[in-house]
């Protein structure tokens, strides 16, 4: 169970890395943070359970999955997260490029 714990935190800090990037990506995505917020929000009470915060991250797990296993046995191997690597590079250089 930890290692799948690890390996959920790090995937999750490769998703999230390119959104702080970038200093003013809060100012100048505040609308799509919003919207972001509120698509997690199954229950439209305004808040975000940890249930929803799971199936969120549990959807952009399986997602990155889908895209980069490409042998599909549900690991990723050290290739494959190279691959995932290099993807979050680009994403953060676009992101800096934007922000230029």
Do not use: C, Q
């Amino acid at each position: 169970m930890k290692r799948f714990s690890l390996l959920t935190l790090a995937l999750t800090f490769f998703i999230a890395l390119p959104s702080f990037s970038n200093p003013n990506y809060e100012k100048n995505n505040f609308s799509k943070i919003r919207k972001r917020f509120e698509k997690i929000d199954k229950n439209r009470d305004g808040l975000l359970s940890k249930d929803e915060m799971i199936e969120a991250h549990r959807v952009r797990i399986d997602n990155l999955y889908e895209k980069f296993d490409k042998d599909n046995d549900d690991k990723l191997s050290k290739k494959e997260l190279r691959a995932v690597r290099k993807e979050m590079k680009k994403r953060i250089e676009k992101l800096k490029n934007e922000g230029d």
